[in-house]
């Protein structure tokens, strides 16, 4: 049905003359003109109109009363920009899609692309323009023309029969960035996006969810994707659910979760976490974090002079740590765990304080502070670290007896047995304070009368299964949801690194032929922001620089795109752009040509997708299917009762074939 005509055009705007006085058209709608070799599609930005009638005269009918100037014909156009442009040649054999040269034909008719029921050509064109810029993968997106402002407009306003599809696996080392205000639908187009992965795509993928909200573990959404993984065929092990509620007490989770299949409720070894991760994380100023290193690098040096030997293990009464204990505090590479934290705080609580004493009261002393002190760390400033670092490590020191052991109950990192037992942290810290000839008689040695073997037993789940669930297909979940946003930071940024050290360390040929690992990040600034990204410590800033090359890619979430670091969101290959209102994130969108006039008022998951691998580098407005969209439940269902009545089949075909009397049968 034509709408209008083509009026004029000037600076890749086209002026579109409405010739139907009473059709509504908004910011978004689609529209296409006809063209020898194909068609011209054009989206509406802007609206223009007129009455041919001095506004005096106007003012005059409102004034007196009278009838509106019925006979007076109104000037209505509408502003389009040329996005599409799809070329037929050979009759139609082959299929072109490309961005316009040039604008359509003055006096051309124009048409809306709408998706209602009979409009047979515009189902067409957006079917050789889904074929003409997808060039395989996954569905991950429907073509939009407008904006469903409420729900019974979806059907004539998202094209759900012809999906863009995106080669997630090429396009995800790219990275991805998600961006749009709150309640734009960020998480649950990511959501849906992996749905869509389980239900059409390949098995080499591993999607790794940081969920800072708890969404991804819910159950509505793990049971839908156990439907799309049985419709798949997938329960023989070819991908994986797994999902980590990451808590202090198990009993903060609903215990119908604690028997589910694939879901692990625990909190986490603390010689499983990278010291630097925590520091980085929690200290940003230089001096800070240049203080803690400093100490971190003493006190390993301090740790593994206490070793057992052999000459130790030979000498009656004299404290060391077994290398099983030594395990705990560094890694087989030499780097400080969080443990060795942990160890920082008992240290401040039980040793220094007695050596600063002795330092007053003007005797010669020689301990583990004045190790501290020559490196150029003092008192002040230990205190000031060892408080933040208990605070936000979820640590208490209690007083045990005669000395102050480490209590972690609130916390979700679980310290080692030999920091929470009297008589086995006085042992330790003998083997600390001797290292160093301590001359300072410290009440707690003079307490515990003989060493104890100290006990490397640690409660919690190890990062490390985490780590190596990620190298393999499917969607693991870790549950941050549940503890405080620092602690969140510190086990993201310590997964994280373990995962792309391990790549890494493979080499780019060996992790050619693995999945791609898809680090799914919510509120992405709190890793990517200006200030956050001048750690060399800082693992989502060096994948962003880096990861394409080892297969890991970040799909980045945030509420404001500019908030991350200029260069870090310029290697972001693919942009999904939801709804907003940032001045700086609608300039930063319409330099990838995202019009910002449409983009503040789309409506949940209505957006625009731009990407450099589809045959058009250009924004495609798009709306992202979710989990529970009725077409997508709805074909769910039907992959479901397929997959059923596949198993039957089967289920009789091997029936019949266990019964042949005939082997050949």
């Given at each position: 049905?034509?709408?209008?005509?083509?009026?004029?055009?000037?600076?890749?705007?086209?002026?579109?003359?409405?010739?139907?006085?009473?059709?509504?058209?908004?910011?978004?709608?689609?529209?296409?003109?006809?063209?020898?070799?194909?068609?011209?599609?054009?989206?509406?930005?802007?609206?223009?109109?007129?009455?041919?009638?001095?506004?005096?005269?106007?003012?005059?009918?409102?004034?007196?009363?009278?009838?509106?100037?019925?006979?007076?014909?109104?000037?209505?156009?509408?502003?389009?920009?040329?996005?599409?442009?799809?070329?037929?040649?050979?009759?139609?054999?082959?299929?072109?899609?490309?961005?316009?040269?040039?604008?359509?034909?003055l006096d051309a008719g124009v048409k809306l692309v709408s998706n209602f029921p009979g409009d047979a050509e515009s189902a067409e064109i957006v079917k050789k323009l889904c074929e003409g810029v997808?060039?395989?993968?996954?569905?991950?997106?429907?073509?939009?023309?407008?904006?469903?402002?409420?729900?019974?407009?979806?059907?004539?306003?998202?094209?759900?029969?012809?999906?863009?599809?995106?080669?997630?696996?090429?396009?995800?080392?790219?990275?991805?960035?998600?961006?749009?205000?709150?309640?734009?639908?960020?998480?649950?187009?990511?959501?849906?996006?992996?749905?869509?992965?389980?239900?059409?795509?390949?098995?080499?993928?591993?999607?790794?969810?940081?969920?800072?909200?708890?969404?991804?573990?819910?159950?509505?959404?793990?049971?839908?994707?156990?439907?799309?993984?049985?419709?798949?065929?997938?329960?023989?092990?070819?991908?994986?659910?797994?999902?980590?509620?990451?808590?202090?007490?198990?009993?903060?989770?609903?215990?119908?979760?604690?028997?589910?299949?694939?879901?692990?409720?625990?909190?986490?070894?603390?010689?499983?976490?990278?010291?630097?991760?925590?520091?980085?994380?929690?200290?940003?100023?230089?001096?800070?974090?240049?203080?803690?290193?400093?100490?971190?690098?003493?006190?390993?040096?301090?740790?593994?002079?206490?070793?057992?030997?052999?000459?130790?293990?030979?000498?009656?009464?004299?404290?060391?740590?077994?290398?099983?204990?030594?395990?705990?505090?560094?890694?087989?590479?030499?780097?400080?765990?969080?443990?060795?934290?942990?160890?920082?705080?008992?240290?401040?609580?039980?040793?220094?304080?007695?050596?600063?004493?002795?330092?007053?009261?003007?005797?010669?002393?020689?301990?583990?502070?004045?190790?501290?002190?020559?490196?150029?760390?003092?008192?002040?400033?230990?205190?000031?670290?060892?408080?933040?670092?208990?605070?936000?490590?979820?640590?208490?020191?209690?007083?045990?007896?005669?000395?102050?052991?480490?209590?972690?109950?609130?916390?979700?990192?679980?310290?080692?047995?030999?920091?929470?037992?009297?008589?086995?942290?006085?042992?330790?810290?003998?083997?600390?304070?001797?290292r160093v000839g301590s001359t300072v008689l410290y009440p707690w040695a003079r307490a515990s009368k003989e060493e104890c073997r100290l006990s490397a037993e640690e409660k919690g789940l190890d990062?490390?299964?985490?780590?190596?669930?990620?190298?393999?297909?499917?969607?693991?979940?870790?549950?941050?949801?549940?503890?405080?946003?620092?602690?969140?930071?510190?086990?993201?940024?310590?997964?994280?690194?373990?995962?792309?050290?391990?790549?890494?360390?493979?080499?780019?040929?060996?992790?050619?032929?693995?999945?791609?690992?898809?680090?799914?990040?919510?509120?992405?600034?709190?890793?990517?922001?200006?200030?956050?990204?001048?750690?060399?410590?800082?693992?989502?800033?060096?994948?962003?620089?880096?990861?394409?090359?080892?297969?890991?890619?970040?799909?980045?979430?945030?509420?404001?795109?500019?908030?991350?670091?200029?260069?870090?969101?310029?290697?972001?290959?693919?942009?999904?752009?939801?709804?907003?209102?940032?001045?700086?994130?609608?300039?930063?969108?319409?330099?990838?040509?995202?019009?910002?006039?449409?983009?503040?008022?789309?409506?949940?998951?209505?957006?625009?997708?731009?990407?450099?691998?589809?045959?058009?580098?250009?924004?495609?407005?798009?709306?992202?299917?979710?989990?529970?969209?009725?077409?997508?439940?709805?074909?769910?269902?039907?992959?479901?009762?397929?997959?059923?009545?596949?198993?039957?089949?089967l289920a009789s075909l091997i029936k019949r074939v266990e019964g042949s009397e005939d082997p050949g049968g």
């Open positions: 049905m034509e709408i209008g005509r083509v009026y004029s055009w000037r600076n890749g705007l086209v002026n579109v003359v409405v010739t139907q006085e009473d059709l509504e058209l908004r910011l978004g709608d689609l529209l296409y003109v006809k063209v020898p070799d194909g068609y011209i599609i054009l989206e509406v930005v802007g609206h223009e109109g007129s009455v041919p009638a001095p506004p005096s005269s106007l003012a005059h009918v409102s004034l007196a009363g009278s009838s509106p100037l019925y006979s007076v014909m109104k000037e209505i156009t509408v502003v389009a920009r040329p996005i599409f442009r799809v070329i037929e040649l050979e009759e139609g054999k082959k299929l072109y899609v490309t961005v316009p040269q040039n604008p359509p034909p997808s060039e395989g993968g996954v569905g991950i997106a429907w073509l939009r023309s407008g904006s469903a402002y409420y729900p019974e407009l979806r059907k004539t306003r998202y094209f759900s029969g012809f999906a863009l599809r995106l080669d997630l696996y090429k396009a995800i080392p790219k990275h991805v960035l998600v961006a749009g205000s709150t309640g734009s639908g960020k998480t649950t187009s990511v959501m849906g996006i992996m749905l869509s992965w389980i239900r059409e795509g390949e098995p080499n993928i591993s999607w790794v969810v940081f969920d800072r909200h708890g969404e991804y573990g819910r159950s509505e959404y793990v049971d839908t994707v156990k439907m799309a993984m049985h419709a798949r065929g997938y329960r023989g092990g070819s991908i994986e659910l797994s999902i980590y509620d990451l808590v202090p007490r198990e009993e903060l989770i609903a215990s119908k979760r604690l028997s589910e299949e694939g879901r692990f409720v625990a909190p986490l070894k603390s010689s499983s976490i990278n010291a630097h991760d925590v520091v980085s994380v929690i200290f940003e100023s230089p001096r800070e974090y240049g203080d803690m290193d400093v100490v971190l690098e003493k006190l390993s040096e301090l740790v593994s002079q206490a070793i057992c030997s052999d000459q130790d293990q030979g000498q009656r009464g004299k404290a060391c740590i077994e290398p099983e204990v030594a395990n705990k505090l560094l890694t087989p590479e030499g780097e400080p765990t969080l443990s060795m934290l942990a160890l920082f705080t008992l240290i401040m609580e039980n040793v220094v304080p007695h050596e600063r004493a002795s330092l007053e009261r003007g005797s010669q002393v020689k301990g583990v502070y004045s190790v501290f002190k020559e490196a150029g760390v003092y008192v002040n400033m230990l205190r000031y670290y060892k408080n933040v670092l208990m605070v936000n490590l979820g640590f208490r020191s209690r007083p045990r007896e005669y000395v102050k052991v480490i209590e972690d109950e609130e916390s979700v990192f679980k310290a080692p047995s030999f920091m929470k037992e009297p008589c086995q942290v006085a042992t330790l810290l003998k083997a600390i304070t001797s990062v490390e299964s985490i780590v190596e669930a990620v190298e393999r297909p499917g969607i693991h979940v870790v549950n941050l949801s549940l503890i405080p946003p620092q602690t969140a930071d510190v086990i993201s940024m310590s997964i994280l690194r373990k995962v792309f050290i391990k790549r890494l360390r493979e080499g780019v040929e060996a992790v050619s032929n693995k999945p791609t690992i898809a680090v799914v990040s919510e509120e992405a600034p709190l890793y990517l922001s200006p200030d956050r990204v001048k750690s060399p410590f800082n693992t989502f800033a060096r994948v962003a620089r880096e990861g394409r090359k080892f297969g890991v890619g970040l799909i980045a979430i945030t509420q404001q795109a500019t908030l991350i670091e200029r260069q870090i969101l310029a290697n972001f290959n693919t942009i999904i752009a939801l709804r907003t209102k940032s001045p700086e994130d609608l300039r930063y969108f319409s330099t990838v040509g995202i019009p910002s006039e449409n983009l503040v008022v789309l409506g949940e998951r209505e957006g625009y997708l731009y990407t450099t691998d589809l045959r058009v580098k250009d924004p495609i407005p798009v709306y992202i299917p979710t989990y529970y969209d009725e077409e997508v439940r709805e074909a769910l269902r039907r992959e479901v009762v397929r997959a059923s009545e596949g198993e039957k089949r």
